[in-house]
């Protein structure tokens, strides 16, 4: 429930998830208060109990990005922390990549922040990048291609076999960010051929806020430059950093609890894939047709039946987005609105400096709230 007991609306998934997997609290609370262990340190038959939920884990990441090795799956606090392993043990300034024009901040910043040269292939208006445009963008010094996948504003998912096609013809890394396309859209880093795969536990696979990681290609992982050193609990003899997998990528401490929860998660997810793809699917379709009646209220980006996400972003020619997003609050609707940590999307679908009005439903959803959400927004925009 909301404040004062009104009735939660929350239809901003894009951000994270809510209702989370059932019983994900009931499961981190457990392991807790149970079964707290620190792997590879502790000797005890909990530290194998855990051993056995992260490889768990990992297998069931592999069927879902199909990749065959469970050890190249790499835990850390998020895809945005995933992502700066990535740039910044795999590239260096005066390195080139081409980026799409809808990136996330998780991508961008540390690219700057690097000094690292980026071109960004163009859009169309609907959010879709094509492959033609990113081939012509490759220099010399062009080292890798990083690609949002799923727009976090628009919901547009791109082709990524078209544009791993050109990554693959001029021996590009081909890197991907999946926090808004998995498990919605499918990853096969196998055919993709993929350098890495990035990706996000608490959106769509419905775990807790802080998991997320990265799966690195096995011939990838020696040429990537750890971003963080520290004691693993293995080859403890040595203040070298270990080269097995995950051991070299996983210093310290890692997040059990929420390990232990994620795990939960994409086992349910997994489980249940094609009825909670379908619940979302349905999900945004109608929230779709819902907001395209209305007077006044434009959709940016694709419609149903393209290749799109659950993130619906609209636009107001009457009242003020940030008021019309302040009106769905007071009446218990959580959505978000702004620049959503990408400029650079909205630059190039002219919604900036603006910024857009994102609702984005999840599996759990159901129409009587869309409808409610729907009724304030349409009473907030005749009323202007």
Request: proline share 5%; net charge negative.
């Amino acid at each position: 429930m909301g404040s004062e007991g009104q009735k939660r609306i929350y239809l901003d998934n894009a951000a994270t998830s809510f209702p989370k997997a059932p019983g994900l609290g009931q499961v981190m609370a457990s392991y807790i208060e149970e079964d707290c262990v620190n792997i590879n340190r502790t000797d005890s038959s909990l530290s194998m109990k855990s051993f056995d939920f992260l490889l768990s884990l990992r297998e069931n990441l592999c069927t879902l990005f199909n990749y065959p090795h469970p050890e190249c799956v790499i835990f850390r606090s998020g895809l945005t922390e995933a992502m700066n392993w990535i740039i910044k043990g795999l590239l260096k300034k005066g390195d080139h990549v081409v980026v799409t024009s809808l990136e996330h901040n998780a991508v961008m910043r540390p690219l700057v922040q690097q000094e690292i040269a980026f071109s960004r292939i163009p859009c169309n208006v609907l959010g879709y990048c094509s492959a033609e445009e990113a081939e012509k963008l490759i220099r010399p010094e062009t080292r890798a291609m990083i690609i949002n996948a799923a727009s976090n504003v628009f919901g547009s998912v791109q082709d990524l076999k078209a544009l791993s096609e050109v990554a693959k013809r001029h021996k590009l890394l081909f890197i991907v960010d999946t926090a808004q396309s998995c498990p919605h859209v499918k990853t096969d880093m196998q055919d993709l051929d993929a350098a890495a795969v990035c990706f996000s536990g608490h959106k769509g696979l419905l775990g807790p806020q802080g998991t997320g990681g990265f799966i690195i290609r096995k011939d990838i992982a020696p040429m990537l430059e750890p971003l963080i050193a520290g004691g693993t609990g293995s080859r403890s003899d040595s203040e070298e950093i270990p080269h097995m997998l995950p051991d070299r990528f996983s210093p310290g401490t890692e997040n059990l609890p929420g390990l232990r929860g994620l795990a939960h998660s994409v086992d349910y997810v997994v489980k249940n894939i094609e009825k909670l793809e379908k619940n979302t699917l349905e999900n945004t379709n109608y929230l779709y047709e819902k907001l395209s009646q209305l007077e006044g209220i434009r959709i940016v980006g694709p419609g149903p039946g393209m290749a799109r996400t659950p993130a619906l972003s609209i636009v107001s020619e009457r009242t003020d987005i940030a008021a019309l997003s302040a009106c769905l609050a007071e009446n218990g609707v959580e959505t978000r609105v702004g620049m959503h940590c990408s400029p650079a999307a909205h630059r190039a679908m002219g919604t900036f400096p603006g910024g857009t009005l994102r609702l984005s439903t999840g599996p759990f959803t159901t129409r009587e709230e869309i409808d409610f959400a729907v009724k304030i927004i349409a009473e907030k925009t005749l009323s202007e």
